[in-house]
């Protein structure tokens, strides 16, 4: 199968978004499941090939309905649960 | 983790974008950021809408990587009394403002402030920290 690609998404690329990266891949290494996480910024994100964009729910608008790729809108960047139960209801939705 | 000089604590601030303002200033102080970058993050703020509101209470505030950064740091102050940024995760009693040279090379030590945050108490303990030294004490704790 070929790698899953998640993209977290914020302003720049390097602030809020690094944050939700590094909580993404804790939630997949503590459930052993494999994918690439990498940061993305909201003016070029839609052109990154990926397989789902997590993004803060306020940012959300700005992409809805501009890309067929999977969106998963954030609340709480800093909630492992909700972190947790999203991530692993895009994992999977692949299978 | 965040040198006690970027550190205020029960600070005064009339609206969202003075307490920007404030946390900025710590940067500059520091010489870490110019004051157009302070600049840059209250835009920022109008441009993109509250989503640096990341978490209940808390604002992640930064720019873009420029030459306006001189060096990557962190400063972090709490409020006397929470301003709103007209998000779902307001009030705000925490800002904490950040700058980085080129995007990158500011991970690992976010990595470890982000661990700090993710325990479920730091935010309650950072709103109820009455001086420097107690929010300076909830960051270097392991």
């Not at chain 1, 494999?34 to 070029?44: I, M, Q, R, S």
Request: aromatic share 6%.
């Amino acid at each position: 199968m070929e790698d899953i690609k998640i993209q977290t998404v914020c302003g720049f690329g390097c602030g809020s978004s690094l944050l939700l990266r590094m909580n993404i891949e804790e939630v997949l290494k503590e459930n052993n499941l494999k994918a690439t996480v990498f940061c993305g910024d909201l003016g070029t994100c839609l052109s990154q090939p990926c397989d789902a964009i997590f993004i803060s729910e306020e940012l959300w608008s700005r992409i809805e309905g501009r890309t067929t790729v999977t969106i998963v809108p954030i609340k709480n960047f800093m909630d492992k649960k909700e972190i947790t139960t999203k991530t692993m209801e895009f994992m999977n939705s692949l299978n | 983790m965040i040198k006690k000089e970027n550190i205020q604590a029960k600070v005064k601030a009339k609206d969202w974008s003075d307490a920007i303002q404030i946390a900025g200033r710590l940067l500059e102080i520091s010489e870490s950021a110019t004051h157009r970058y302070t600049k840059a993050m209250i835009t920022a703020v109008k441009d993109l809408g509250p989503y640096m509101v990341i978490t209940p209470n808390f604002a992640f505030v930064h720019a873009a990587p420029s030459e306006e950064v001189k060096k990557n740091d962190v400063a972090l102050i709490t409020l006397d009394k929470p301003v709103l940024f007209g998000s779902r995760n307001d009030p705000v009693y925490i800002i904490m403002a950040i700058c980085s040279k080129d995007g990158k090379s500011h991970m690992n030590s976010l990595a470890q402030i982000a661990n700090i945050l993710m325990q479920e108490n730091t935010i309650a303990k950072l709103i109820e920290a009455k001086n420097v030294e107690e929010i300076f004490n909830i960051f270097e704790k392991k």
